[in-house]
């Protein structure tokens, strides 16, 4: 009995309970982003448009919330080659309650799971909430004349073919970017995946699509004020799990003779840079333009947590405050550069998430410190300046991938489906006509007797 007992091959190591519930607390954060996305861009265009900017983020939740499943998280994060992942987690065969040794026999032999104290299905739902939110982010730059059949096609076609390799390239073993035996690009939660590659695309989006009927000389101001502060509190609030949950585990460790909490260090320095933008922008508003604004807080304070989302694990919360500053600053006169344009990305997507993750990026380079994070790298203040050519060299894959890659699948549905809805359709408003609702009775008539 002995000698069987002797035998008997070790159980696998179960999930920390502690570490798999923050993840999941973080998951539904990261979720809740995407409902706040929607209430975010929906106070801003017009009230005939209302419903239709919602869907165009609740959407993303039905169609990437399969997608991801039926063979997203496959592409993205299974062993592949360094560009994209492989075919054999399609419908997460394989994608179980395991929390370790799923990735051996891939390079780097070292890496045998992507977050060992929890089970493989809780990242992979984690990561699920990244893919949902970042193409809806695009929405906002094609606000307002986009027909909803085209852009469902486009986000299916944009998380498959875009995001999917770049999350693959940057933190997916063996990526071509990323830490895992790549080039090592710092990324800790999505400047260069997230944010670089949304904004980028939503640039290209408006000017493929071209500028609506009113723009730029009968363009309305926001309908609903408080549903763009709303979205931006729902934004911060949810970013706490994009950030902090990106560490994923709630444990503390060492750097050396360092103690460390990398979640806890995410989490200072997402709601820090969030305020030091938020004040930012308050600030050039009032000196340059008398007043500020409720919507310019809600700006800033974005523009802030999409700055340092690249950055967060791997800073000080003095960093974070410069780095909140610096963003708001750039991105402030980004949005005024854009209306010098005239390029109709309607709600400042590319200003916002394309230069803030940018800026963000760059700013990881020269801010990071191993005394922060031993598992990322020290950034040109603590000597080491090749890291500001490896983050600049991924932001340019990064922009070139999202740049190409929109133009062409957005050519194809404009060749098949169409992009625009009518003319008549995009002055009468987009809800009536492209989902037969509308988010105010009042707008087509006021409330009609019941009959």
């Known amino acids: 009995m002995g000698n069987a007992l002797a035998q008997t091959p070790a159980a696998p190591p179960a999930a920390d309970t502690g570490d798999t519930a923050f993840m999941l607390v973080s998951a539904a954060l990261v979720l809740l982003m995407t409902p706040g996305l929607a209430f975010f861009?929906?106070?801003?265009?017009?009230?005939?448009?209302?419903?239709?900017?919602?869907?165009?983020?609740?959407?993303?939740?039905?169609?990437?919330?399969?997608?991801?499943?039926?063979?997203?998280?496959?592409?993205?994060?299974?062993?592949?080659?360094?560009?994209?992942?492989?075919?054999?987690?399609?419908?997460?065969?394989?994608?179980?309650?395991?929390t370790t040794n799923y990735l051996q026999g891939s390079e780097p032999k070292e890496v045998v799971s992507?977050?060992?104290?929890?089970?493989?299905?809780?990242?992979?739902?984690?990561?699920?909430?990244?893919?949902?939110?970042?193409?809806?982010l695009?929405?906002?730059?094609?606000?307002?004349?986009?027909?909803?059949?085209?852009?469902?096609?486009?986000?299916?076609?944009?998380?498959?073919?875009?995001?999917?390799?770049?999350?693959?390239?940057?933190?997916?073993?063996?990526?071509?970017?990323?830490?895992?035996?790549?080039?090592?690009?710092?990324?800790?939660?999505?400047?260069?995946?997230?944010?670089?590659?949304?904004?980028?695309?939503?640039?290209?989006?408006?000017i493929v699509l071209g500028p609506r009927k009113t723009h730029p000389d009968r363009l309305s101001p926001p309908h609903n004020v408080p549903f763009i502060l709303?979205?931006?509190?729902?934004?911060?609030f949810g970013w706490f799990g994009f950030n902090a949950g990106s560490a994923l585990s709630a444990a503390s460790g060492t750097s050396g003779d360092i103690p460390t909490n990398i979640a806890t260090t995410a989490f200072v320095a997402t709601n820090t840079a969030a305020a030091a933008a938020a004040l930012m922008w308050l600030i050039l508003e009032a000196a340059l333009r008398g007043k500020p604004t409720a919507v310019g807080a809600a700006t800033g304070a974005v523009a802030g947590l999409v700055g340092i989302t690249p950055a967060a694990g791997f800073v000080t919360p003095l960093a974070a405050i410069l780095i909140g500053f610096i963003t708001s600053f750039v991105c402030f006169y980004a949005v005024s550069f854009k209306h010098k344009l005239q390029i109709d990305d309607a709600l400042d997507t590319y200003p916002v998430h394309g230069v803030g993750g940018t800026?963000?990026?760059?700013?990881?380079?020269?801010?990071?410190?191993?005394?922060?994070?031993g598992g990322g790298k020290d950034g040109v203040l603590r000597g080491n300046f090749g890291e500001l050519g490896v983050e600049l060299a991924a932001i340019v894959v990064a922009y070139a991938i999202a740049a190409i890659g929109t133009f062409i699948i957005l050519k194809v549905i404009d060749a098949t489906v169409g992009l625009r809805v009518k003319e008549e359709a995009e002055i009468q408003g987009l809800d009536i006509n492209e989902h037969g609702e509308e988010g105010y009775n009042s707008e087509f008539g006021g409330d009609r007797p019941i009959t």
């Open 359 to 373: 800026v963000g990026a760059i700013l990881t380079a020269i801010f990071a410190t191993t005394q922060v994070n």
């Open 114 to 136: 992507y977050a060992g104290t929890i089970p493989h299905q809780a990242y992979m739902i984690y990561q699920a909430m990244f893919a949902i939110i970042t193409p809806a």
């Open 230 to 236: 709303l979205g931006a509190g729902l934004l911060w």
């Open 41 to 98: 861009y929906g106070g801003f265009v017009r009230s005939r448009n209302i419903l239709n900017t919602l869907m165009m983020s609740f959407v993303l939740m039905a169609i990437v919330g399969v997608t991801w499943v039926l063979w997203g998280y496959s592409l993205a994060f299974a062993p592949g080659n360094s560009i994209i992942g492989g075919l054999q987690w399609l419908g997460l065969n394989g994608v179980g309650l395991e």
């Open 138 to 206: 695009i929405s906002g730059a094609i606000a307002e004349r986009m027909s909803f059949r085209a852009y469902s096609l486009f986000v299916l076609l944009w998380s498959t073919f875009i995001y999917s390799p770049l999350a693959h390239m940057v933190w997916a073993k063996g990526g071509f970017l990323g830490l895992y035996g790549g080039l090592g690009a710092l990324d800790f939660a999505g400047g260069t995946v997230v944010h670089i590659s949304s904004g980028v695309s939503a640039l290209v989006a408006a």
